[in-house]
């Protein structure tokens, strides 16, 4: 069974970090796309990063650029999203996702894989 756990969600405040994990079973990401999605309340999911470990392509959304980092550990078969200088903005459910292996791509319709979600809040 695939399956895709979040953890590392909680509460910062404004310009501090946290690193979200999403532990993989049933699928070995380093075969896949990954992606870090995210959705704030009463706005649509939006893609935040994507990694193509196969290819090495990587992509991040225009508001976290220079501040968010993707990234995984094929030992643990578990991917990161290092997050810094967190503002308010930031706030909302992250979740991960994986698809199909190919090119890095932001668009949540091209992942089949998702996990339930880690709640992020930057507040102060």
């Known amino acids: 069974q695939e399956q895709l756990v979040e953890s590392g969600g909680g509460s910062v405040q404004p310009g501090g970090s946290l690193r979200l994990s999403c532990a993989a079973s049933?699928?070995?990401?380093?075969?896949?796309?990954i992606g870090w999605f995210r959705q704030a309340p009463g706005k649509e999911r939006e893609g935040v990063s994507c990694f193509s470990p196969g290819i090495g392509s990587t992509n991040y959304a225009d508001s976290v650029k220079g501040r968010f980092i993707i990234s995984t550990d094929s030992a643990k078969n578990t991917m990161y999203l290092q997050m810094n200088n967190l503002r308010p903005d930031d706030t909302g459910v992250y979740y991960c996702a994986a698809g199909p292996w190919g090119d890095c791509r932001m668009s949540a319709r091209d992942y089949n894989n998702w996990g339930h979600g880690t709640q992020v809040t930057v507040s102060s």
């Open positions: 049933g699928v070995i990401l380093d075969h896949r796309i």
